[in-house]
């Protein structure tokens, strides 16, 4: 339990600051902070945290990035992970380009779930907002579909003027390979800039727009894994479609249950709130794991009661430095 009585099992670890995107919401243009931190991380380090964590009650582990799949030895990471005591399951986060050749070699290692970004279906819109080529992502998303993952979700961060004309393409791709669709609001997490009232396009935007061509039929109580989204089902189609609204609903942070590990060994108890404590040195020094295990229960109190966006928040570090 944290200090407002929330149950906080679940740890996003991210392995690296490095991305072969350059998505608009997550990577500064000319951003290259690895270049600057040589510290990211061993995989004995991460390990030695899901170890303690594991110990402490933490169950549910996702790997990001940056962009995860970019990382040499994420296959052999994976595996070290999925056999410590304690832990029930592995997630991914990716963008999906490098997934076509690695769905089979991480599902083989335990990861079980995958939640790859799809902003667009229009492959000159994705490259516009990635940098990449959505055919590679869209092999990656069979790939791990074909290799028998439990749930493989597609995430589109909405951007009003860049990829609203997209949700109902994807809604229906998402429903033509039954897979879920969570839109999400955007969130000043690479600069101040990212977020204005001109290209901010709310979960009630996009639930207008899904109106438009189907009927949206809520799902109560659905849950898929271990995030925020609120499902709603599209009556004719069958697309089952989550909605993650961090910027407008009420009481979003109430049943909150994640910390993230950053590449460079950070622990934030809050991706909306700067605080951070540092654990790198913690692993690089202290013989035992009863300090590492003292750092992650000063950072479970320390998790404030709600992020702080709609404040004057200004992101001192880049989402891609933060972790996905």
């Not at 963008?95 to 990861?111: H, I, K, M, S």
């Amino acid at each position: 339990m944290d200090s407002f009585g929330r149950t906080v099992d679940y740890l996003r670890i991210s392995v690296t600051d490095r991305c072969n995107e350059r998505c608009l919401y997550c990577m500064p243009e000319g951003y290259k902070g690895w270049k600057n931190t040589p510290d990211h991380l061993t995989s004995e380090q991460i390990v030695r945290v899901v170890r303690v964590a594991a110990g402490l009650g933490f169950r549910k582990f996702r790997l990001t990035g940056g962009e995860p799949l970019v990382r040499r030895d994420i296959v052999e990471l994976a595996l070290a992970l999925t056999t410590i005591p304690g832990v029930e399951r592995i997630g991914l986060s990716t963008n999906g380009t490098r997934l076509a050749a690695l769905a089979a070699p991480l599902f083989e290692a335990g990861v079980r779930t995958a939640n790859v970004s799809l902003d667009a279906l229009d492959a000159a819109l994705y490259r516009r907002i990635t940098g990449g080529d959505v055919a590679q992502a869209l092999a990656g998303i069979r790939a791990s579909v074909a290799a028998g993952y439990e749930r493989v979700k597609l995430n589109c961060v909405l951007m009003r003027g860049v990829n609203e004309g997209e949700l109902w393409p994807l809604a229906r791709f998402a429903a033509e390979h039954d897979l879920p669709l969570r839109v999400i609001e955007l969130m000043p997490l690479s600069s101040s800039e990212v977020l204005t009232e001109a290209n901010f396009f709310s979960i009630a935007d996009a639930k207008r727009v899904f109106a438009t061509h189907d009927e949206l039929v809520a799902e109560a109580g659905h849950h898929l894994g271990w995030g925020p989204a609120k499902y709603f089902r599209l009556r004719r189609t069958g697309a089952l479609v989550g909605f993650i609204g961090a910027m407008t609903t009420e009481h979003f942070c109430e049943t909150c249950n994640k910390m993230r590990l950053t590449a460079d060994g950070k622990i934030r108890p809050c991706l909306g709130d700067h605080g951070e404590l540092d654990l790198r040195a913690t692993l690089r020094h202290a013989p035992t794991d009863d300090a590492v295990r003292d750092v992650l229960k000063a950072a479970l109190r320390a998790k404030p009661k709600e992020h702080s966006f709609n404040g004057q928040y200004s992101p001192c570090r880049p989402m891609t430095a933060i972790g996905g």
